[in-house]
Each structure stands twice: as structure tokens, then as C-alpha cells.
């Protein structure tokens, strides 16, 4: 089993960048893919960014292509999501997943995840 704790969020200005971390126990970041999700107030939780488990492919929902970069650190076992350009419509609170199946084609689907984050608030002010 893994587990995950997210830390970081935080109330930020329009424009300001906020570094989002995720610390992973019980399993290596080198057996799971990692993602990251958002759900704002009335609306479904929904894919961020992703990362391969041999860290050699990245995915980006297109709202956040060019602002926000996901990355791990083998070392410390924790994920991270680095976001730059922060706009209000980022508000949300953000989660962390991952999952240990195989195959590449579902790395944007919430039920192909089997750890998930408790969710850090992160707001955005005009």
C-alpha cells in the first residue's frame, strides 16, 4: 500500500507561482505513475498533469500547458507540481494520486488511480 500527504497550498495572488508537494510512503515513485488533480467548488474533480513511472513521459491538461510542471525527486520519494502564472479560475483544492497498473492510454482517468492525497486548498485572488 502507498500513502500519500500533500502540503503546500496556500491563498496566492493572480500571477504569483505555488510549489505543491507530495511525499510518498510504501512504494517507490520508480513502480507508480503519479497525477495530480483539482476540484473547484460545483464542478467534478478533474486531471492536471501526470508522470510516467520511469519518469520519461509527462502529460498536461491543456488549461495549465506552459504554467504548471510536474516533476519527482527519486531521492526524497515525493512528487511535486510547480505552478507558475497562478489565474483565479486555478482555485481549487489538489490532489495527489497514483497507481501501480501498467499501460499508458488512462493516465487522465480518476478510477485508474488507487492512491489519492488528502486534497491541499489552493486559492487564487483576483
Known amino acids: 500500500q502507498a500513502q500519500l500527504v500533500e502540503s503546500g497550498g496556500g491563498l496566492v495572488r493572480a500571477g504569483d507561482s505555488l510549489r505543491l508537494s507530495c511525499a510518498v510512503t510504501?512504494?517507490?515513485?520508480?513502480?507508480?505513475?503519479m497525477a495530480w488533480f483539482r476540484q473547484s467548488s460545483g464542478n467534478d474533480r478533474e486531471f492536471v498533469t501526470a508522470?510516467?513511472?520511469?519518469?520519461?513521459?509527462?502529460y498536461h491538461a491543456e488549461a495549465v500547458k506552459g504554467r504548471f510542471t510536474i516533476s519527482r525527486d527519486r531521492a526524497s520519494n515525493t512528487l511535486y507540481l510547480q505552478m507558475n502564472s497562478l489565474k483565479p479560475e486555478d482555485t481549487a483544492v489538489y490532489y495527489c494520486?497514483?497507481?501501480?497498473?501498467?499501460?499508458?492510454?488512462?493516465?487522465?482517468?480518476?478510477?485508474?488511480?488507487?492512491?489519492w492525497g488528502q486534497g491541499t486548498q489552493v486559492t487564487v485572488s483576483s
Open positions: 508522470i510516467s513511472s520511469n519518469g520519461a513521459n509527462r
Open positions: 510504501g512504494r517507490t515513485l520508480g513502480s507508480l505513475v
Open positions: 494520486a497514483a497507481s501501480a497498473r501498467s499501460g499508458n492510454s488512462w493516465y487522465y482517468q480518476r478510477r485508474a488511480y488507487e492512491y
